[in-house]
């Protein structure tokens, strides 16, 4: 079992940066962030895996960066150039196992979840 408690989320606005961090009772192989607004389907951010392999969705677009120190089991999300429409609840997940990278963004690999940090941007 793995227990996630996120941190860090908050109000900025548009153009801004947050940096999100979630401690990890124990080591994963593969972590990562999802985000969710009411009525959507949560989607997957950003995940990183051992060796430091990472993974970005497409709307990223080089504006977030995921990291990880092994050594204090947290993740990390640095968020710049946010935009008002990425107000959303922020997810820290971790897999049970590692994950190909066609994986690392499908919510359904992750067997572990934080209870969520709010981001949100205002214009």
């Known amino acids: 079992q793995v227990q996630l408690v996120e941190s860090g989320g908050g109000s900025v606005q548009a153009g801004g940066s947050l940096r999100l961090s979630c401690a990890a009772s124990v080591y994963a192989e593969c972590m990562g962030w999802f985000r969710q607004a009411p009525g959507k389907e949560r989607e997957g951010v950003a995940a990183?895996?051992?060796?430091?392999?990472?993974r970005y969705a497409d709307f990223v677009e080089g504006r977030f960066t995921i990291s990880k120190d092994n050594a204090k089991n947290t993740l990390y999300l640095q968020m710049n150039s946010l935009k008002p429409e990425e107000t959303d609840m922020y997810y820290c997940?971790?897999?049970?196992?590692?994950?190909?990278?066609?994986?690392?963004?499908?919510?359904?690999?992750?067997?572990?979840w934080g209870q969520g940090t709010q981001v949100t941007v205002s214009s």
């Open positions: 997940a971790a897999a049970r196992d590692l994950l190909t990278n066609s994986m690392r963004l499908e919510r359904s690999q992750y067997a572990y």
């Open positions: 990183i895996c051992s060796a430091g392999r990472t």
